[in-house]
């Protein structure tokens, strides 16, 4: 059984720092693409960013050149470093795994961007 369970949210300043973490458990993790989603209160759910097994990254034009995301395979873990974060970046984060066959989500976690 995929469980992914998501760490590191919460409340931060304007300008601050957070990075997030994933950690997966239940299937073979560097085979697949891991990503970070997010949905603020009344919006759709929207990618933030993947990276795929080959360590190819994409981003929302939102978050290019303040987010980062990486993946440790040894630890079967994947990152999301937010630096810079504006009040629009307040959601909830999810954390997804995806192949051709699977399709997982983490139960999320909250952050908030507020002075």
């Known amino acids: 059984q995929v469980r992914l369970v998501e760490s590191g949210g919460g409340l931060v300043q304007p300008g601050g720092s957070l990075r997030l973490s994933c950690a997966a458990s239940?299937?073979?993790?560097?085979?697949?693409?891991m990503g970070w989603y997010r949905q603020a209160p009344g919006k759709q759910r929207e990618l933030v960013a993947d990276i795929n097994s080959g360590g190819i990254t994409r981003y929302a034009d939102s978050v290019k050149g303040r987010f980062t995301i990486s993946r440790d395979n040894a630890k079967n873990t994947v990152f999301l470093q937010m630096n810079s974060l504006k009040p629009e970046d307040t959601a909830v984060y999810y954390c997804?795994?995806?192949?051709?066959?699977?399709?997982?989500w983490g139960p999320g976690t909250q952050v908030t961007v507020s002075s």
């Open positions: 239940g299937s073979v993790f560097s085979l697949y693409t």
């Open positions: 997804n795994e995806r192949g051709t066959y699977i399709d997982y």
